[in-house]
């Protein structure tokens, strides 16, 4: 499978300002996706990231609030914009790798938000 | 997707078989059942999936009824670090997205 490697693993920030989450993996991935997982609860997806193209968001989510981008097959980036308390979350960063089947579909170690 | 549901919460005595179940009553014939788990602080991790016949792997054993409506996941003989959030997912190929619902939060008692 991947290895992803995500940055930063923990962040304090203040409210009203920006934070940009990267996902960077070791081989070129088929897809990319960013979850979130608020405090005791489970994982919510945020969007798909399409490689040269506008992210895929799910319901509830939107570009101006987390802006997606996916310059090519192994990197993203996920920006918490304008951030409140209630952001405060872990995000994660997954990844496809064709080919691999089931054991394709790995999680980063995810970035520690709380937003103060 | 079709939907899951768990239970919420669930015990068991290290050492012994846990039995997880999981109902999907609504999966169409061409949705694999997947289990993943989550270990505090950790990313999600593969265990097993199957289409309908039970499987087995080196981590867990995987019981589907012959009308696909629910499924076990069974771990042979727990440990206190299978102590962890599972859940289970229904969805079509390796490359869809993996939509989370509740889980259960296994507890592994000494």
């Known amino acids: 499978s991947a290895v992803i490697s995500q940055k930063p693993s923990r962040d304090i920030c203040q409210r009203g300002t920006s934070l940009t989450i990267q996902c960077q993996v070791d081989?070129?991935?088929?897809?990319m996706f960013w979850y979130r997982q608020q405090p005791g609860q489970s994982l919510t997806l945020i969007a798909t990231?399409?490689?040269?193209?506008?992210?895929?968001?799910e319901s509830g989510f939107v570009i101006d609030k987390f802006p997606i981008s996916r310059p090519n097959l192994t990197f993203s980036t996920l920006t918490v914009s304008n951030m409140s308390p209630e952001d405060s979350s872990i995000y994660l960063c997954?990844?496809?790798?064709?080919?691999?089947?089931?054991?394709?579909?790995?999680f980063g170690s995810g970035t520690r938000l709380t937003v103060v | 997707d079709a939907k899951t549901t768990q239970p919420p919460s669930m015990d068991c005595a290290e050492g012994r078989a846990a039995n997880l179940p999981c109902n999907h009553s609504t999966i169409s014939g061409n949705e694999y059942v997947y289990w993943y788990r989550q270990i505090h602080s950790q990313g999600p991790q593969y265990i097993i999936h199957?289409?309908?016949n039970n499987e087995t792997n080196e981590m867990a054993s995987l019981i589907i009824t012959e009308d696909r409506k629910s499924s076990t996941l069974i771990l042979p003989h727990a440990t206190l670090r299978d102590t962890a959030v599972y859940y289970c997912?229904?969805?079509?190929?390796?490359?869809?997205?993996?939509?989370f619902g509740p889980g259960t939060s296994l507890s592994v008692i000494p």
């Open positions: 081989s070129q991935v088929t897809m």
């Open positions: 199957g289409l309908k």
């Open positions: 990231a399409n490689q040269g193209s506008e992210a895929t968001y």
């Open positions: 997912i229904v969805r079509q190929t390796s490359y869809d997205k993996v939509i």
């Open positions: 997954s990844v496809v790798m064709e080919g691999a089947g089931p054991y394709g579909y790995t």
